[in-house]
């Protein structure tokens, strides 16, 4: 089964970027689909943005739709968050999660996390 880790969180001002990695262990990783999710403090984790392992089709939440872009390497095993015009309500932890078949905002049926990487954006 596929293993995730998460890099590149950080504390960043409102209007900066930041580009967040998950890197997959296992040689299926172009067979899984790929999902950035988000908790921030005291709510429930939510989809962010993802991308379908079969067509490349990508989704993203409306609040981060034009500011975040989601880009997978089947070659370095990675799926990239690219993060731009952050904004304080984008501070949370990260996962970067995976699943068989094509479906992407539902949690269930994820089969791996990773551990999460913090954002945290000043105002």
């Known amino acids: 089964q596929v293993q995730l880790v998460e890099f590149g969180g950080g504390l960043v001002q409102t209007g900066g970027s930041l580009r967040l990695s998950c890197a997959a262990s296992?040689?299926?990783?172009?067979?899984?689909?790929i999902a950035w999710f988000r908790q921030a403090p005291g709510k429930e984790r939510e989809f962010v943005a993802g991308?379908?392992?079969?067509?490349?089709?990508?989704d993203y939440q409306d609040s981060v739709k034009g500011r975040f872009t989601v880009t997978r390497d089947n070659a370095l095993n990675t799926v990239f968050l690219q993060m731009n015009m952050l904004e304080p309500q984008d501070t949370a932890v990260y996962y970067c999660?995976?699943?068989?078949?094509?479906?992407?905002?539902?949690?269930?049926?994820?089969?791996?996390w990773g551990q999460g990487t913090q954002v945290t954006v000043s105002s």
């Open positions: 991308i379908k392992y079969n067509d490349g089709t990508i």
């Open positions: 999660a995976a699943r068989n078949g094509a479906l992407l905002r539902q949690e269930l049926g994820y089969v791996a």
């Open positions: 296992g040689r299926t990783f172009s067979m899984y689909t």
